[in-house]
């Protein structure tokens, strides 16, 4: 019997918009796991120029995430060209304070809105009421731009190296 082969959609345009969510435990290991798949999404949609401001600021507001609830905690990536938007929830309805008098860089916490503040685009939070499926949390979001189209495709390879 003959089967027809799979069908695999079309990949999507660079400039269409699309949407990732990983969600994680409470654990250590999490913003290190959230920071890689960050990086493997943002490679495959060609926004490496994105990657390390993103990966920087995701394993921040992830790490706080793991460090100051108790609960899963969940990050989103929306692409809306030519913005990312990356968002972290966690559980604590309580929105992280800045520092009064500055952050020193020998301080061991208060980092991240400064962090926040200097590598992102646009960035914001809030807490998040009751929902229908129990307590809402916070979230915590980032904004990053690309300064240019969509990259260029890359050349095939010479056949010798394609065998």
Not at 53 to 76: C, D, I, W, Y
Not at 119 to 145: H, M, N, Q, S
């Amino acid at each position: 019997m003959r089967t027809e082969p799979p069908h695999h959609p079309a990949l999507i345009p660079f400039h269409e918009p699309w949407q990732y969510e990983l969600s994680f435990p409470c654990d250590p290991r999490s913003p290190r796991i959230a920071r890689t798949t960050l990086r493997a999404i943002l490679s495959a949609h060609h926004l490496v120029e994105l990657s390390y401001r993103a990966e920087l600021l995701t394993s921040e507001l992830a790490t706080n995430s793991v460090r100051h609830t108790k609960g899963p905690a969940a990050v989103r990536l929306h692409w809306l060209h030519p913005v990312l938007r990356v968002s972290v929830w966690d559980m604590s309805p309580d929105l992280p304070k800045p520092q009064r008098h500055g952050v020193s860089v020998y301080d061991e916490d208060g980092r991240g809105l400064a962090i926040l503040e200097l590598v992102a685009d646009r960035w914001g939070g809030c807490a998040i009421g009751e929902g229908p499926y129990g307590p809402g949390g916070k979230t915590i979001w980032f904004e990053l731009a690309i300064t240019d189209g969509p990259p260029p495709l890359s050349p095939p390879l010479p056949p010798a190296l394609a065998a």
